[in-house]
């Protein structure tokens, strides 16, 4: 791969991870209500998700996604639900409990996060989509060497990470302005509507 290909690649990379969908809109409920810092290990259990998606679309994901079709629509549906749940949370959640316990436990938060990056980007059609039909129009994914599968995926994680940290960064900064019971229960409610909306889209777009 050549460094302009690199660099293109890279800049294709982060304008996905910038694009809306599921993936974006729980992220950014997410900055809503707890800020950018635990969207860390929530972009990169997303974007291990993809990571492996490129790996898979380089040994034939379309083919894979044929065979197990079923697996596939059952990682979307618990993703779906999943997402669901995490909306219902957050719309339910006491403002009080928000303004005072603004911290979780750090090894907690930070497992929770991955495990939740990585089933909603794992669940997402728009990331299914993406590496099945549209990156082998961009690399000729039977051509590239095993050092080329790794810079690659290496940029993959780099160009996601940049991206959706951006956007959660962005939607993080717009916490300061909560700070009174009402105003983190309107956050809280906004949150968990995105999340919804985004666990709603999963489930009925296939």
């Not at 635990?38 to 997303?46: E, K």
């Not at 979307?76 to 436990?105: C, H």
């Not at 099945?132 to 690399?139: E, K, Q």
Request: hydrophobic share 55%; aromatic share 12%.
């Amino acid at each position: 791969m050549s460094l302009e290909s690199a660099i293109s690649f890279f800049f294709i990379i982060f304008v996905f991870a910038i694009t809306p969908g599921p993936g974006v809109f729980a992220l950014l409920a997410r900055s809503l209500a707890s800020g950018a810092k635990p969207c860390v290990s929530m972009s990169l259990g997303m974007a291990v998700s993809d990571v492996i998606y490129l790996v898979l679309a380089c040994f034939g994901l379309a083919v894979i996604a044929e065979q197990w079709a079923g697996l596939f629509m059952f990682i979307r549906i618990v993703g779906a639900f999943y997402l669901l749940y995490l909306g219902w949370k957050m719309w339910s959640a006491s403002p009080e409990a928000s303004l005072k316990n603004n911290r979780d436990d750090g090894a907690f938060t930070v497992a929770k996060g991955l495990l939740q990056g990585f089933l909603i980007s794992a669940s997402n059609p728009k990331v299914i989509f993406f590496y099945i039909a549209f990156l082998p129009t961009i690399m000729d994914l039977n051509s590239l060497t095993p050092s080329d599968i790794v810079l690659a995926s290496g940029i993959t994680l780099s160009g996601l990470m940049v991206g959706l940290m951006t956007v959660a960064t962005c939607a993080s900064s717009a916490r300061r302005f909560f700070t009174s019971t009402k105003a983190v229960k309107g956050l809280n409610r906004t949150s968990g509507g995105i999340m919804i909306g985004a666990g709603s889209y999963l489930a009925l777009h296939g």
